[in-house]
């Protein structure tokens, strides 16, 4: 799981040109939105693309979308409960 | 009501110049360094900056030159004019070309269709203005206009218009136009010439002087 939450750092930093954050900067269990990292409602959408275009995970129900995103640790488990880390 | 040319600046071939003077130069030759280099420089601190599109970021850049600059005039103009009161009034020629060929270019590929929603949100030109806005809070009229050249005469006829008809007290104006890594831009600040911000060097918003200064 770790390597799965440090690789998807990389990949939210580069998704989401956070040309000044840098991986440590992101705690895995805190809020993406909001307070934390402050991702916007565009961002959320970068994201959805971040899970299909590297884990081929689409998104079924956007309701889920809040949990999923809810911070990098959710996010891993979510691709890891898909079977695609 | 006599309205004049508090503050200018221009952005054109990797230099940025601040009534005339030039404040920030660059050896490189890409915008994308260029700008990067800008935006440290002017110790902006702003890091959306980074989502931007060219487009965007060169009028940004551009009108942070304007209101950020230590002991510019332009520093106090959000600070003597309410903030929806102030106008926001861009052209180019380009429109929002340069970021509409990357998003074309990112769904023509149907076996890997995948399109960025951060790049789609650029691809109208009036964009930037909302960049300026969400920054400064500035919630007066606003308008984008796509002209062939620069048209002093349309950016001082509207801008008229606004202060006479509008709620507008000030505003933001100019050109930026960027395209395939061929960039300029030319922001000035509009505002009623009262007494407590007349001066001398103060110009009359006038179409001779508008051409004179985009030179």
Same mark, same amino acid.
Not at chain 2, 147 to 155: G, I, P, R, T, V
């Given at each position: 799981?770790?390597?799965?939450?440090?690789?998807?750092?990389?990949?939210?930093? +580069?998704?989401?040109?956070?040309?000044?954050?840098?991986?440590?900067?992101?705690?895995?269990?805190?809020?993406?939105?909001? +307070?934390?990292?402050?991702?916007?409602?565009?961002?959320?959408?970068?994201?959805?693309?971040?899970?299909?275009?590297?884990?081929?995970?689409?998104?079924?129900?956007?309701?889920?979308?809040?949990?999923?995103?809810?911070?990098?640790?959710?996010?891993?488990?979510?691709?890891?409960?898909?079977?695609?880390? | 009501?006599?309205?004049?040319?508090?503050?200018?600046?221009?952005?054109?071939?990797?230099?940025?110049?601040?009534?005339?003077?030039?404040?920030?130069?660059?050896?490189?030759?890409?915008?994308?360094?260029?700008?990067?280099?800008?935006?440290?420089?002017?110790?902006?601190?702003?890091?959306?900056?980074?989502?931007?599109?060219?487009?965007?970021?060169?009028?940004?850049?551009?009108?942070?030159?304007?209101?950020?600059?230590?002991?510019?005039?332009?520093?106090?103009?959000?600070?003597?004019?309410?903030?929806?009161?102030?106008?926001?009034?861009?052209?180019?020629?380009?429109?929002?070309?340069?970021?509409?060929?990357?998003?074309?270019?990112?769904?023509?590929?149907?076996?890997?269709?995948?399109?960025?929603?951060?790049?789609?949100?650029?691809?109208?030109?009036?964009?930037?203005?909302?960049?300026?806005?969400?920054?400064?809070?500035?919630?007066?009229?606003?308008?984008?206009?796509?002209? +062939?050249?620069?048209?002093?005469?349309?950016?001082?006829?509207?801008?008229?218009?606004?202060?006479?008809?509008?709620?507008?007290?000030?505003?933001?104006?100019?050109?930026?136009?960027?395209?395939?890594?061929?960039?300029?831009?030319?922001?000035?600040?509009?505002?009623?010439?009262?007494?407590?911000?007349?001066?001398?060097?103060?110009?009359?918003?006038?179409?001779?002087?508008?051409?004179?200064?985009?030179?």
């Amino acid at each position: 799981m770790d390597a799965l939450i440090e690789k998807l750092k990389g990949q939210i930093i +580069e998704q989401l040109n956070l040309v000044e954050v840098k991986p440590a900067d992101i705690k895995p269990d805190a809020p993406l939105f909001g +307070e934390g990292l402050g991702l916007d409602s565009i961002d959320a959408l970068e994201l959805i693309v971040l899970l299909e275009k590297h884990y081929g995970i689409k998104i079924q129900n956007p309701a889920d979308g809040k949990k999923i995103f809810e911070s990098v640790r959710t996010m891993a488990e979510f691709i890891k409960s898909n079977g695609k880390d | 009501m006599e309205l004049i040319i508090t503050s200018y600046c221009k952005i054109k071939r990797n230099t940025i110049y601040l009534e005339g003077n030039k404040i920030i130069s660059s050896n490189s030759e890409n915008p994308s360094y260029f700008f990067a280099e800008a935006y440290k420089t002017l110790e902006l601190n702003y890091p959306k900056f980074h989502k931007m599109d060219m487009l965007s970021k060169l009028g940004f850049l551009a009108t942070e030159t304007l209101l950020s600059i230590p002991k510019a005039f332009g520093t106090e103009f959000l600070l003597r004019n309410n903030l929806n009161q102030i106008s926001i009034i861009l052209s180019n020629h380009s429109s929002s070309l340069d970021t509409d060929r990357i998003y074309q270019k990112s769904i023509s590929n149907k076996d890997q269709y995948l399109p960025s929603p951060a790049t789609f949100v650029y691809t109208l030109p009036n964009i930037v203005i909302g960049e300026i806005a969400i920054k400064h809070k500035i919630t007066g009229e606003n308008a984008f206009f796509v002209s +062939e050249k620069f048209d002093a005469e349309l950016l001082v006829n509207y801008t008229q218009e606004l202060f006479k008809e509008a709620n507008t007290n000030a505003a933001i104006c100019g050109w930026v136009d960027y395209d395939d890594a061929n960039y300029e831009a030319f922001i000035y600040l509009v505002e009623k010439a009262t007494d407590s911000i007349k001066n001398a060097n103060f110009k009359a918003l006038n179409q001779t002087l508008l051409n004179q200064l985009f030179l």
